[in-house]
């Protein structure tokens, strides 16, 4: 009779026959194989090693401190995410344990190829800083000191893009009581999860609201812009810059192809309670990156005045 020990190793041989017969190797340790078998490693325990490539340290709208770069590994590129600052450097080598998602799921938004790791389980195995010593400690304290102020300024970025989320916010709050429940519907309302992820969500580029009005079942979107106040030029106008041309653009394409028209809502002063409101067709901007105030004061409305609905017009 055979041993046990005979039996699993007559096991072991045919497992490495069949997979060298079909060519694939079921196992996610190695880029090359997780690239092979993404689908068997999905949401698997992954033991890769690479070089690091497009590094970034961030912070999201929270205070979060977190880490991304990538792997490359033929055509396809992993994105290595982790919380706080990873001990690592560009062109490092490195050693990751962490979990593999085909698409990463966050809320209603999806990642492709993502690794989830944490500090702890990330091995710097050959450090391309090191080859800096050869220049002397002067140039590694310039390199330092040079990367804590490019951190300092990123943070100081991220701390004034979330004053203006926050303020955008408070706008968005002022707005929606302004469409009466008895008359409108709130389809959508855009969060803003880019910041937060730190990386580009496309949804995020859309109108922040969408109502239906319930009589007529008409949709609108709304855009709602806060801005401070009008900026005074030497002939006398005053105007403010109010998008970027990739805005009023992605506006458009949205509007073409979802027949939905877009609205920009301007609201200036206070964000909770704006001194003026402007509620402006996207139709009537015609590609225009600044408003001039001669020009938008034929859609000014009283800034507690609900929205209305007129023939097919917002209101």
Known sequence: MMSSKVIVNIFSSLLLFTQIVYGVEESCYSLNLLSSNKDFCDRQ???VEGEVKNLKFDVSAKGNKYTT??????????TVFSYNYLPVAEKDIVKVKGTYFTDYAYEVYTFPNQINTQPSDVVVLKARRLVIGMYGGASLFILLLAGALLLLKKNREKAKRKVKYDKGYEFEKYAIPLFEEKHWQLESITPDISSEVGRR?????????IVKNKIKQLKFALECKFRAGFSSHNDGKKSLKWAEDYQIKHYSKFEEENDIPVYILLGIGNPEKPERTF??????????????????????????????LEGNWLK
């Not at 009537?284 to 929205?307: C, H």
């Open 279 to 308: 509620l402006i067709p996207l139709k009537a901007i015609k590609q225009r990156t600044y408003f001039y105030e001669d020009y938008i004061q034929q859609f000014e409305r009283g800034v507690n005045e609900p929205f209305r």
């Open 201 to 209: 969500v496309k949804s995020d580029s859309d109108p922040d609201i």
């Open 69 to 78: 770069f990538n792997f490359k590994e033929g055509n396809e590129t992993f």
């Open 45 to 47: 325990e992954v033991l």
